[in-house]
């Protein structure tokens, strides 16, 4: 299986026609368990509940009643405390025919990731898949805000060892994400320039703070700060000092994507309204770690767990609890800042195109005109 244009335009109707969808897009928290104690973490509370992590004879049975898609987002806790996290990538490439793959990670298992990326990168010629490597701060900073002593160190170890992995494999991407918290808004440009200078960084995702988080106070950002850094990456973006993604189809749309959906959250914190439809638990959704589907993890109305369903994937999601949760987000306007979740709700829906493709004649027509200076 070789990554084409062909296999994404597979799912252009999705566009004009949603009824019945089955999703293109899921995240999967493959583990809750994470070694960081992160004071902006919104998954925490499932960290400490210790709930039992689906088996990989649990993810072929799902993996079996699932449809083809586009994209998965293999999440935690911190995935790579998983020994067969390769397993379950390769698992969905082959079942389910996957184009592009992507993880976060806290980058405290050097070892342990370049053994499990070597392996899906091996197994899977035909998958473009990323790792995001979570950096809040720079030295002492970075170990504080994740609550983890030597962390910053580890993560940059990580990162010079998935870095030999790129320059041997042309589907492989690294990226960076700065989480935007009360704690670290003001020194949050420093960082970008860090990673951006330092770290050689083609793709850094600014991340504003969402959920109820570990500790409610790092919620309370001045988004002026969130929308500064945005600006800087944005500028190296266009003027072609940042990459941005790469590698696989579509990718500039993707990078023309990214800075109108920062335009995007912007608005929706400054005026806290609905701006459009949400297609979380029609075109996206999530499984946790024990089996438990929910339209997103913002929104506490599950549709029920795989495990009470016989793994059936398919028949829950088209079950009464689901759609009775469809209504629900639809009537209700439901909206917030959630990246993920945005990224189908910008791309699928028609009235989003225009400005996203006009923000792509632009990056390439003021990228061309920088570089001729």
């Known amino acids: 299986m070789t990554m084409g244009y062909s296999e994404y335009f597979r799912y252009a109707p999705r566009l004009f026609w949603k009824k019945n969808a089955l999703p293109l897009y899921m995240i999967f928290f493959v583990t809750s368990r994470c070694n960081a104690k992160c004071g902006h973490c919104f998954n925490w509370q499932r960290a400490e509940a210790d709930h039992q992590d689906l088996g990989l004879d649990e993810y072929r049975k799902i993996s079996a009643n699932m449809p083809r898609m586009i994209f998965m987002f293999f999440s935690g806790g911190e995935p790579f405390l998983r020994q067969d996290f390769a397993d379950i990538v390769e698992l969905f490439h082959k079942n389910n025919h996957i184009q592009k793959a992507q993880t976060p990670s806290n980058g405290s298992l050097p070892e342990a990731m370049e053994q499990q990326v070597t392996q899906i990168l091996k197994r899977c010629p035909g998958l473009h898949y990323s790792i995001t490597l979570s950096v809040d701060g720079i030295g002492e900073e970075h170990d504080r805000l994740r609550g983890f002593p030597g962390l910053f160190e580890r993560v940059m170890e990580t990162h010079r ?35 951006r200078d330092r770290c050689d960084a083609a793709n850094v995702f600014s991340v504003l703070i969402r959920g109820a988080p570990r500790d409610p106070q790092t919620a309370e950002v001045d988004i002026e700060n969130y929308r500064a850094l945005n600006r800087e990456i944005e500028a190296d973006i266009v003027s072609g000092r940042a990459g941005g993604y790469s590698g696989f189809p579509f990718a500039s749309l993707m990078n023309a994507k990214n800075l109108y959906s920062r335009e995007i959250i912007n608005k929706i914190v400054e005026e806290d309204r ?83 493709a006009m923000r792509w004649v632009q990056s390439a027509w003021r990228g061309r005109t920088m570089s001729r200076k």
Not at 165 to 193: C, M, P
Request: with cysteine; net charge neutral.
């Open 274 to 356: 609905y701006l459009m439809p949400c297609y979380a638990g029609l075109l996206a959704g999530n499984v946790f770690e024990n089996g438990d589907v929910f339209p997103c993890e913002l929104l506490d109305r599950p549709f029920g767990n795989l495990r009470d369903w016989d793994y059936d994937f398919t028949a829950l999601w088209r079950s009464p609890q689901a759609e009775a949760v469809r209504r629900h987000i639809r009537e209700s306007r439901c909206y917030c800042t959630h990246e993920c979740f945005l990224n189908t709700n910008l791309l699928f829906n028609p009235r989003n195109l225009p400005p996203i």
């Open 161 to 195: 060892r998935l870095e030999a992995l790129a320059r041997k494999h042309s589907n492989f991407g690294i990226n960076f994400e700065i989480t935007v918290s009360r704690d670290n808004q003001h020194s949050v440009i420093e960082t970008y320039r860090y990673l």
